[in-house]
């Protein structure tokens, strides 16, 4: 099925589970996607797996029952999208320490979450207008792109210093209702636990983050766009690709159709100030 016309299906997901030879799957998955078509990342550690991958429908249906079926995975809800063109260059399979690193040991995102809310929740709460605070873990510059209306965000420029950035937060909000978000969820699987274990009493986790509120609730008490980890740089609420950007060096907008095939969308640039800074090198 296509969407809107557009022949790509983008799907990304998260789960935290055992897993005891990432080596050995990694070599697995390389060995199926050799000459699959699907591009993307997948990142694996002991902890368990976060994957962004792009291709026709039919190949991420097969990839699906192999994940799942095959591998053994325990199923797990993954995030659809439509492009026009695959947004990957190429297909990685990564091993690291953590899925999402960071580097606060102590806390167990798959045996102790912190409590969840569900989109539909969030926009009832938001609706009323309760006195509870939104913080966007996510960078800086995600949060200027685009962010709920009410959010705050620690100013951060790595998700590792997010656990001393929450040490600045005033002492009266240990107790006060906290609902944490981050682009599909799996930030604030680590950032939620470690905020209760920093003595934060009352601190939830927004379910799927900010792609399945877009999916559940549309773009309600949101401004802006949604930065996203591949080559389409951001997505709207809807979740179609943006059509435009304003570049990051000049400020001026462009439209992402006119990017060269070797312009890199995440750098958020334009196709002039890429080439200025091409040719100072």
């Known amino acids: 099925m296509l969407a809107f016309g557009m022949p ?15 080596e050995g799957i990694r070599l697995r998955l390389l060995s199926y996607f050799e000459n699959s078509g699907v591009k993307g990342t997948i990142i694996m550690a002991s902890e368990g797996i976060n994957l962004s991958l792009c ?79 939104l913080l966007d873990t996510r960078k800086e510059f995600e949060f200027r792109l685009g962010s709920f209306e009410t959010a705050i965000n620690l100013g951060g420029k790595h998700f590792a210093d997010f656990p001393q950035e929450v040490d600045s937060l005033p002492a009266d909000w240990k ?30 986790q927004l379910k799927g983050g900010i792609l399945n509120y877009f999916q559940e609730c549309s773009g309600e008490h949101w401004r802006g766009e949604c930065f996203v980890f591949d080559h389409r740089a951001a997505i709207k609420p809807s979740l179609d690709p943006v059509e435009s ?30 080439q200025n800074v091409s040719a100072a090198r």
Request: glycine share 6%.
């Open 8 to 22: 790509f299906l983008n799907v990304t997901g998260y789960r935290f589970f055992d897993i005891h030879d990432p």
């Open 175 to 204: 107790h006060k209702p906290i609902v944490s978000f981050c682009t599909g969820g799996i930030r604030c699987e680590k950032a939620a636990p470690m905020m209760v274990a920093k003595g934060f009493t009352n601190i939830f």
């Open 245 to 274: 950007m304003n570049c990051r060096l000049c400020g001026g907008a462009y439209s992402m159709r006119d990017l060269p095939n070797n312009i890199d969308g995440l750098r958020m640039t334009c196709p002039a100030c890429m």
């Open 55 to 133: 291709a026709e429908e039919a190949k991420l249906v097969a990839f699906e029952n192999f994940m799942f079926e095959e591998l053994g995975f325990p199923c797990f809800e993954l995030k659809r999208s439509w492009s026009e063109k695959i947004p990957h260059k190429k297909m990685l399979v990564k091993i690291r320490p953590e899925i999402c690193t960071l580097k606060f040991p102590g806390i167990d995102p798959q045996r102790k979450p912190a409590p969840y809310i569900e989109p539909k929740k969030l926009k009832q709460w938001l609706d009323e207008r309760r006195d509870f605070v």
